[in-house]
């Protein structure tokens, strides 16, 4: 079936650290690939994106990179500020619904 | 736009009690999910409408919960009776043909079950 592995939360950073947040999928066909963001006491936004391999999502700094031959997805931040502290969930279409990841919590720290 | 919005944003209710979530989507999104998000379990999808029917249910738990789509502008779930492992946040997410970019997520209800 179709489903959506994320490493085990919490990650904790300082301020200005790299950060990967690591995805896998597995999927019939070819899904679309996504990555959402949940800010402490409110629903899930969409950060990013991409529909094909080898295509880069990226969107306020995060980037993620659809990988066919590594059914992978990781998310990356070149240097995170403590308003990134969140909740990431990484996530696949399927036909007409997405299918979501545990989530990985991040904690940045002054 | 307001959003997709839910009622209410908490709710703490006795052990046996019927609980009503309800949501509003976005005007002009024809696909409506509800799902649950928990520590233990992460986000689950239980249910989803696209113009109104029903198409999967089969993330619903039990018999205990129902959903419901009377029209374009309205959803609820409901459980009956509550019991305490029911407590968790529920989201309603509305998009247009399920499109995973255009999906708008409520603030959610925090379910307390006591």
């Known amino acids: 079936g179709n489903s959506v592995t994320q490493m085990e939360g919490p990650v904790t950073l300082s301020e200005e650290a790299f950060l990967t947040i690591n995805c896998t999928y597995t999927?019939?066909?070819?899904?679309?690939l996504f990555w959402y963001v949940q800010y402490p006491g409110e629903g899930l936004q969409l950060l990013l994106k991409?529909?094909?391999?080898?295509d880069k999502g990226s969107n306020k700094g995060f980037e993620a990179t659809y990988r066919k031959e590594t059914t992978s997805f990781h998310l990356e931040k070149g240097s995170v500020q403590v308003s990134d502290s969140a909740v990431y969930f990484c996530?696949?279409?399927?036909?007409?619904?997405?299918?979501f990841g545990t989530g990985t919590r991040l904690q940045v720290f002054p | 736009d307001a959003g997709v919005i839910q009622s209410p944003r908490h709710e703490v209710t006795e052990m046996g009690q019927e609980v009503t979530l309800r949501c509003k989507p976005i005007?002009?999104?024809?696909?409506l999910f509800w799902y649950r998000q928990t520590m233990m379990r992460g986000l689950e999808l239980l249910i989803y409408?696209?113009?109104?029917?029903?198409?999967?249910d089969s993330g619903m738990p039990e018999d205990r919960f129902s959903a419901k789509m009377p029209n374009a502008s309205f959803s609820t779930l409901k459980i009956q009776p509550s019991e305490p492992r029911d407590s968790a946040v529920y989201f309603c997410?509305?998009?247009?043909?399920?499109?995973?970019?255009?999906?708008?997520f409520g603030s959610g209800t925090r379910l307390t079950v006591v």
């Open positions: 997410a509305s998009s247009f043909s399920g499109q995973g970019e255009r999906y708008t």
């Open positions: 999927a019939t066909g070819y899904p679309s």
């Open positions: 991409a529909t094909k391999a080898d």
């Open positions: 996530a696949l279409s399927h036909t007409d619904k997405l299918i």
């Open positions: 005007s002009g999104h024809n696909s």
């Open positions: 409408f696209n113009n109104n029917v029903p198409i999967d």
